[in-house]
């Protein structure tokens, strides 16, 4: 049977329609199950504290819980490799930071290409990071520490969380700006670079607020300054580093990600319930505690944000001529 042109064009353009329809239905009611946030690091740190945090509030938002998963190793991109093999329908997420847009320079052979692989959620949190001392270290001030090791350039070592992590970075970011050499001494992780830190046996580190401030606020540490491009509300009375260097600017950021070809209403979905979710008084008051800042916007911003960073770090890491440990 022959069908009428007017017809067979409604039947047309309505079964071209389902699949829209289809799409438009799964972001509604999604999610209908339990969602992963994948944290590439062990509990404790920058990137788990910032998944347990929207985990939390995208589950009574969502009303599906959002469970946080630790894959540690390789400096995250054991957890990154996960998400990016993971299935793309908004069920597998992660958690990234700053590591993310250094390693994709860093490692050389990685099994993904971070920015090709991954689709950009949200950005969620800012976190300064604090050149640090010890209280009995004789540098009180940027340009005090920065003649110490002009003038003792043996006696100077940095430690870090780890190579290539954002702690050495931003200290490798100083040395190339300052024109200072210090020694890097890479650790497993923030904890015992911080005691050794704390006992003089290394004299600077640029750490991550919410590892040290405590340590500052009690006057075990010393801070020099925040790295930030602003000073920081939960440490009012510390200058910026670019007070005396200027230009200087380096930050620990953490975002959602999910797997390249979710769906972009589910993106979408997801990028509103994160920024209605940093709205939210109690979530603010809680990273500004802990020395964040909020980091809303849209899926654009947080893509701009991680290909700036990615370069920008690639300039750092061929100065330094760094290699993973």
Not at 76 to 85: D, M, S, Y
Not at 207 to 224: N, V
Not at 233 to 250: K, N
Request: hydrophobic letters at 45%; proline letters at 6%.
């Amino acid at each position: 049977m022959k069908l009428p042109r007017r017809q067979f064009m409604h039947l047309a353009v309505g079964a071209a329609a389902l699949p829209a329809v289809a799409r438009t239905a799964r972001a509604q009611a999604y999610p209908t199950r339990p969602v992963r946030i994948i944290a590439g690091f062990a509990p404790g740190g920058v990137i788990d504290i910032a998944a347990r945090l929207m985990g939390q509030f995208l589950s009574e938002r969502m009303g599906q819980p959002f469970v946080i998963e630790n894959r540690p190793g390789a400096a995250g991109n054991i957890g990154t490799e996960a998400v990016v093999r993971g299935p793309a329908d908004g069920y597998t997420l992660l958690m990234a930071g700053t590591v993310n847009t250094i390693n994709a320079t860093l490692y050389e052979n990685l099994n993904f290409n971070f920015i090709r692989d991954i689709a950009p959620v949200a950005s969620v949190i800012r976190f300064a990071n604090v050149m640090e001392v010890s209280s009995t270290f004789q540098a009180k001030t940027v340009p005090e520490f920065t003649a110490y090791a002009k003038a003792n350039p043996s006696k100077v070592n940095m430690a870090s969380g780890g190579n290539g992590t954002a702690q050495h970075l931003s200290g490798e970011l100083f040395k190339m700006m300052t024109g200072i050499n210090m020694l890097h001494v890479p650790y497993r992780g923030a904890a015992p670079a911080l005691t050794d830190l704390l006992a003089g046996q290394v004299q600077v580190m640029f750490d991550a607020m919410p590892s040290s401030i405590e340590q500052i606020r009690s006057g075990k540490l010393r801070a020099l300054a925040v790295t930030t491009a602003m000073r920081q509300e939960a440490l009012p009375d510390v200058p910026t580093v670019s007070e005396f260097v200027p230009g200087y600017e380096t930050s620990a950021w953490s975002g959602i990600c999910a797997p390249k070809d979710t769906p972009a209403e589910i993106i979408e979905k997801l990028n509103q319930a994160i920024n209605a979710s940093l709205s939210d008084p109690k979530l603010r008051e809680r990273i500004s505690g802990l020395g964040g800042t909020v980091l809303a916007g849209s899926t654009t911003d947080f893509g701009k944000l991680i290909a700036e960073d990615t370069e920008k770090w690639a300039k750092v890491i061929k100065f330094a001529g760094i290699k993973p440990e």
